[in-house]
């Protein structure tokens, strides 16, 4: 067992000691490129423009409540959250990972529609594919025989078909207990959701045993995910996971996306804006 404490919150303190840190941090790398171009003017290294490099800040308008939510997830899931997916842990791999492919498997439904939706028919068929070798060869989904006949698991989501339309993720959101977010992500898990609670499949979205099989659910993951809140000491983990979140779809929708350039006016903007 062991017993850790949520520091506090300083937004303000906190960003203007980041701000101090990436200047001095920046001032350095400035002395050390002069010195370097100095010696070896041939191999001065170009400098960057700020359109070379992505912005830093992240669009969060709703950050007091953000962080607030931040707080109260970091709480329970050291209280609650982890110590029970620690403990799913030990149980025999064999069950945790039919347990994991189960709900996987009925994932690839969502999965079907959503990338129908985006007019990738390739991948639809494949999801679909998996679908029924799972749920036939491999017993209710409890084996993914699918992996073993080369199809891979690619799950997508109505957030995914969104950013396929051309919605943009709009502003940062912590969603409790679920974690970070951004406005459109939140809509497309809460479309996600509706799509399996309309289809119901097995009965599994509805009545007294979707309270119990939700909470297998969302233990399961958890336990395949190793993040802990405030588990690397700094300071500015608001912050970092901001940035790495919001960044990381970005870069995903560019994937979506690949004929499209970002206009110069929007080098300046706020990630995720």
């Given at each position: 067992m062991s017993i850790r404490s949520v520091?506090?919150?300083?937004?303000?303190?906190?960003?203007?000691?980041?701000?101090?840190?990436?200047?001095?941090?920046?001032?350095?790398?400035?002395?050390?490129?002069?010195?370097?171009?100095?010696?070896?003017?041939?191999?001065?290294?170009?400098?960057?423009?700020?359109?070379?490099?992505?912005?830093?800040?992240?669009?969060?308008?709703?950050?007091?409540?953000?962080?607030?939510?931040?707080?109260?997830?970091?709480?329970?899931?050291?209280?609650?959250?982890?110590?029970?997916?620690?403990?799913?842990?030990?149980?025999?791999?064999?069950?945790?990972?039919?347990?994991?492919?189960?709900?996987?498997?009925?994932?690839?439904?969502?999965?079907?529609?959503n990338y129908t939706l985006q007019w990738r028919l390739k991948y639809g068929l494949r999801s679909l594919a998996r679908f029924v070798i799972n749920s036939t060869v491999g017993i209710g989904g409890l084996i993914d025989v699918a992996s073993k006949t080369h199809l891979p698991p690619t799950p997508t989501g109505f957030a995914t078909t969104l950013s396929k339309w051309g919605m943009h993720p709009g502003p940062y959101l912590v969603i409790p207990l679920l974690g970070p977010s951004t406005l459109r992500d939140g809509v497309g898990f809460a479309a996600d959701y509706g799509v399996l609670y309309g289809i119901n499949i097995l009965g599994m979205y509805r009545g007294d045993a979707s309270w119990g099989l939700g909470v297998v659910n969302a233990v399961d993951q958890r336990a395949n995910i190793n993040f802990r809140y405030y588990g690397s000491g700094s300071a500015f983990e608001y912050e970092r996971i901001r940035f790495l979140y919001v960044r990381r779809r970005l870069i995903e929708d560019e994937g979506l996306h690949p004929k499209e350039t970002r206009k110069p006016s929007q080098a300046h903007e706020p990630a995720g804006k």
């Open positions: 520091p506090d919150e300083t937004p303000a303190a906190d960003n203007s000691a980041a701000a101090a840190k990436a200047e001095a941090v920046m001032q350095a790398i400035a002395q050390q490129s002069a010195s370097a171009a100095a010696q070896n003017p041939q191999e001065a290294a170009i400098a960057l423009t700020p359109a070379d490099a992505p912005p830093m800040y992240t669009y969060d308008p709703w950050e007091p409540m953000n962080r607030f939510v931040y707080r109260f997830n970091a709480r329970f899931d050291e209280a609650i959250f982890w110590p029970v997916a620690n403990a799913y842990r030990r149980a025999p791999s064999p069950i945790r990972a039919g347990i994991h492919n189960f709900f996987g498997n009925i994932y690839e439904i969502d999965s079907v529609i």
